[in-house]
């Protein structure tokens, strides 16, 4: 069965620090993985994407993920933190099958971003 | 291009009633599917619809059940409210089922408190 998981449940880096989240996934199946940012009393906002195009992906606002197969990752970073990246972060997996499918998230890590 | 909406944005409801919540996807979004928030469980898929039909069900009880409309809005009620219940609800939309490669966009959810 496929699953998530995200190391740590809160990350605090300085601003300017480079931000690592990591994500662990599990998977049968070549994956499809997103990572999702949710700001306080909001939805979730899609940052990037893995689709197999290519493995290094870049998002949104600075972000970016490795996709590496053979250590079953795919961290998000970015290389200098800014107090408005201060939020929860949220690792998913697509699961389908068939004509349906679902998004299995990991537990989310909270970024604070410290002046 | 509108987002995902989600009505009501907060509802306060006392145990044993029931509630329905309400998401209109993204324009030409014809799949939705519901998940719920917590602090304890994190994001749980509930359902997914598409083309009015339920194509995906999480492991949640009989009391969640949901419908989507001809124009692909959707509905989710909850009967018999328990305190458990009270929890973030988001809905989100993507342009086909099935899952995949298919990001899903998410409306700033609904969030119930059951007193």
């Known amino acids: 069965a496929q699953s998530v998981t995200q190391l740590g449940s809160h990350v605090s880096v300085s601003e300017g620090a480079l931000v690592l989240l990591r994500c662990n996934y599990s998977s049968s199946v070549p994956p499809y993985l997103f990572w999702y940012v949710q700001y306080p009393n909001q939805g979730l906002q899609l940052l990037l994407k893995?689709?197999?195009?290519?493995?290094l992906v870049k998002g949104i606002n600075g972000f970016e993920a490795e996709f590496k197969k053979s250590e079953t990752s795919f961290h998000l970073t970015k290389p200098s933190a800014h107090m408005s990246d201060a939020a929860e972060y949220f690792c998913?997996?697509?699961?389908?099958?068939?004509?349906?499918?679902?998004?299995?998230f990991g537990q989310g890590t909270t970024l604070q971003v410290k002046p | 291009k509108a987002g995902v909406t989600q009505t009501p944005r907060y509802l306060i409801k006392t145990r044993g009633q029931q509630v329905t919540l309400s998401c209109s996807p993204i324009?030409?979004?014809?799949?939705v599917s519901w998940y719920q928030q917590t602090p304890g469980q994190g994001l749980q898929f509930l359902f997914e619809?598409?083309?009015?039909?339920?194509?995906n069900k999480g492991n949640f009880p009989g009391r969640f059940s949901g419908r989507q409309f001809s124009n692909s809005r959707s509905e989710m009620n909850v009967s018999t409210l328990e305190l458990g219940d009270s929890a973030l609800y988001l809905c989100?939309?993507?342009?086909?089922?099935?899952?995949?490669?298919?990001?899903?966009?998410f409306g700033d959810g609904t969030r119930l408190s059951i007193l």
């Open positions: 989100a939309s993507s342009l086909e089922a099935g899952g995949g490669n298919q990001p899903q966009h």
């Open positions: 619809y598409f083309s009015e039909t339920q194509r």
């Open positions: 998913a997996v697509s699961v389908y099958s068939g004509n349906t499918g679902k998004l299995i």
């Open positions: 324009s030409g979004h014809r799949s």
């Open positions: 893995y689709t197999s195009a290519a493995t």
